[in-house]
């Protein structure tokens, strides 16, 4: 019986993982061979299992098997690229670790990199590595610690670290890259530079162990969602599901629970955040690999998200309502049609950037190829464009924020809107923001899946006055934008207001 075997006879393995691992063919000999390796030549050097040796444990030795084991006609690996999603103290620094050396012994000319978006995070694992060489009489005897390396002079091996913003990521030939805590990481550069210096291996592999994170727009939402619908050289092995008002299913997300990671400490994490909102949203994210956006975000992942979409041409001659967030240069600038049919919220949102602000830090390349986007020519928003979007639809009230709106305010004022300004503060914006969260919890509120609005809603934080009243801020980098939300809350601001005219205008 194999690792996998084994471990699909335990209860309490998530579905996904199951499903991944139940349909491979295993190569015994090679799906042994790392786990055999690690165990008599590796030992932890932190806590109480100091200088023991790795013993693994059913689910890391599953995925070993998986990784190593499920070859093809020829003997090669199938999986190049795997994704380990594990919630924090699971074990992944020292199972990357393990992995890292064994990647560096087995291939002629190795160059094995240990990449994270700050490099004191990637020597978290180089360090592991390195007190791993020293445990090991036989390990010390191949490998040798240099200035920024380790490197196995038999086999002109390399392993090291880098940061994002290493100087060392350009004329690289990666065997095996290891990609720590991805959730981390704005963009897709790194990963773009590193998955490409493989394309001259013939056996690479790019391995990701990460939890969950705050940032939304980055690599690790690209990864999760290839997880979810993988080919067939990506393995992905997703430990997620957990409730954490259910103790019975903690184990979904933390495998290692029981052995790794202690009961009655997790147990005391969740007592205490439940009193705390902050620490709560803190604990899902990292103990139960819940996603989540900023620290103090607003509203949940599972909350903002909705993939439901809607025809708005069924809306062109029905009332509704407009609204619209007006920036002049450095902030996207968004215009919002909403209209109720059935008690749902339909809204139809639309942005616009200044040519001259496009860069390709954020997808604004992928917004305007599918249409949610707009370029202005020049360095400034022009109003104008903004007008005739809102043309197309029958939005007798416009709700919106005064500021530098004084010229598309008086032409829509001219053209038979009535102008309805919204003031920008706790006191208005506090029952509108819960309306909002309300409908978006329940799925009440169908924004067309459009990925603008939602990164905008994961941008959003919450602040309170001294009365209790809530509003929108940013998040300090100034690059993530809320305009989206900006605009939503004018119109919900606008339906409160204007909800029962517009039903009766539509009925009648």
């Not at 090679?30 to 299992?49: D, L, Q, V």
């Not at 098997?65 to 093809?72: D, E």
């Not at 939602?454 to 934080?461: D, E, M």
């Amino acid at each position: 019986m194999n690792a996998i075997e084994e471990y699909l006879r335990l209860p309490d393995i998530p579905p996904q993982v199951r499903r991944i691992y139940e349909g491979l063919s295993i190569n015994e000999k090679k799906a042994t061979r790392p786990i055999e390796f690690i165990e008599t030549f590796c030992k932890h050097s932190k806590g109480e299992y100091f200088g023991r040796p790795f013993k693994l444990l059913p689910f890391q030795k599953a995925f070993l098997a998986a990784l190593y084991g499920h070859v093809n006609k020829d003997g090669r690996r199938i999986f190049r690229e795997a994704f380990l999603y594990l919630s924090r103290k699971n074990g992944k620094s020292t199972l990357a670790a393990a992995i890292a050396l064994y990647s560096l012994l087995t291939e002629r000319g190795a160059e094995v990199y240990l990449a994270a978006t700050k490099r004191d995070q990637a020597n978290i694992i180089f360090n592991e590595c390195y007190n791993m060489v020293r445990q090991s009489p036989e390990l010390a005897r191949l490998i040798r610690k240099r200035k920024s390396d380790l490197y196995y002079e038999r086999g002109l091996g390399v392993l090291k670290s880098l940061g994002r913003n290493s100087d060392t990521l350009d004329g690289l030939n990666a065997s095996t890259v290891i990609l720590d805590e991805c959730h981390a990481i704005e963009g897709r550069e790194l990963y773009e530079v590193l998955k490409q210096s493989q394309s001259a291996r013939a056996e690479p592999l790019f391995l990701t162990i990460t939890t969950a994170g705050t940032v939304r727009e980055g690599i690790f939402d690209d990864l999760i969602a290839i997880a979810r619908d993988p080919d067939e050289s990506f393995l992905p092995v997703l430990y997620e599901g957990a409730d954490y008002r259910r103790p019975e299913t903690w184990i979904l997300s933390n495998p290692g629970l029981g052995t790794i990671k202690r009961v009655d400490e997790l147990s005391e994490r969740v007592k205490r955040a439940e009193k705390s909102p902050v620490e709560l949203s803190g604990l899902l994210c990292k103990d139960f690999n819940i996603i989540s956006n900023v620290s103090k975000a607003w509203l949940s992942w599972d909350t903002l998200n909705n993939e439901a979409v809607f025809n708005v041409d069924e809306f062109k001659d029905f009332y509704g309502i407009g609204a619209f967030d007006l920036s002049m240069t450095t902030d996207l600038t968004c215009a919002a049609a909403m209209w109720v049919r059935d008690g749902i919220r339909f809204v139809e949102e639309h942005f616009w950037i200044p040519e001259d602000r496009l860069t390709d830090e954020l997808p604004y390349k992928k917004w305007l190829a599918r249409g949610v986007l707009s370029l202005c020519s020049g360095n400034v928003i022009n109003p104008d464009d903004i007008f005739h979007w809102l043309r197309q639809f029958t939005l007798p009230y416009i709700f919106y924020d005064a500021y530098s709106a004084r010229y598309l305010s008086l032409k829509m004022e001219r053209a038979g809107y009535k102008m309805c300004p919204v003031r920008q503060g706790a006191k208005s914006l506090s029952i509108p923001m819960e309306r909002l969260a309300a409908d978006l919890e329940t799925k009440r509120l169908n924004y067309n899946n459009n990925p603008i609005t939602k990164w905008c809603l994961a941008n959003t934080c919450c602040a309170t006055d001294r009365n209790g009243n809530f509003m929108p801020v940013k998040r300090r980098n100034p690059k993530y934008r809320i305009d989206g939300t900006a605009a939503l809350l004018d119109a919900y601001y606008g339906l409160i207001e204007k909800e029962e005219t517009l039903n009766n205008a539509n009925q009648g």
